[in-house]
């Protein structure tokens, strides 16, 4: 049952991607890996981006290693880095659409450093209870 099941929704999301690629709508044109790969990020992940437009809202990139995913940063979420086309940087994300195939990310350092210590097992903080443990002595 849950084979068929499983096979079933494989063939509505193919049938669904070839519907919006006919009609150019929402990731007309991405290739299946693009798709699984905009779905199997989550919200702290820590990707790396290219920087293809500076608009005075924000900055628009896309997936390093995966061509035709966009992400879009705010410039509240740039503060901090200095952003010019085709400048390769780390991001982390902060939603993902796996609808249309969009991601908002931050490139903030802080941030981007905080979730690359937790990715490799650090605890992201330690410097900060370390300060407060001084301060409280």
């Given at each position: 049952?849950?084979?068929?099941?499983?096979?079933?929704?494989?063939?509505?999301?193919?049938?669904?991607?070839?519907?919006?690629?006919?009609?150019?709508?929402?990731?007309?044109?991405?290739?299946?890996?693009?798709?699984?790969?905009?779905?199997?990020?989550?919200?702290?992940?820590?990707?790396?981006?290219?920087?293809?437009?500076?608009?005075?809202?924000?900055?628009?990139?896309?997936?390093?290693?995966?061509?035709?995913?966009?992400?879009?940063?705010?410039?509240?979420?740039?503060?901090?880095?200095?952003?010019?086309?085709?400048?390769?940087?780390?991001?982390?994300?902060?939603?993902?659409?796996?609808?249309?195939?969009?991601?908002?990310?931050?490139?903030?350092?802080?941030?981007?450093?905080?979730?690359?210590?937790?990715?490799?097992?650090?605890?992201?903080?330690?410097?900060?209870?370390?300060?407060d443990n001084n301060n409280n002595k």
């Amino acid at each position: 049952f849950f084979a068929e099941e499983k096979a079933l929704c494989a063939a509505k999301a193919q049938a669904r991607a070839k519907a919006e690629a006919k009609a150019g709508g929402a990731g007309a044109g991405l290739g299946l890996r693009a798709r699984r790969r905009v779905c199997g990020l989550h919200f702290g992940d820590v990707v790396e981006v290219a920087v293809t437009g500076v608009k005075p809202y924000g900055v628009i990139v896309t997936l390093a290693d995966e061509e035709g995913v966009t992400g879009f940063v705010t410039m509240e979420q740039a503060k901090g880095v200095s952003c010019v086309a085709g400048a390769r940087l780390p991001a982390v994300v902060l939603d993902v659409d796996g609808a249309k195939c969009l991601l908002d990310l931050s490139l903030r350092p802080e941030l981007v450093a905080a979730r690359r210590g937790v990715a490799a097992g650090q605890d992201a903080f330690a410097h900060v209870r370390r300060a407060d443990n001084n301060n409280n002595k």
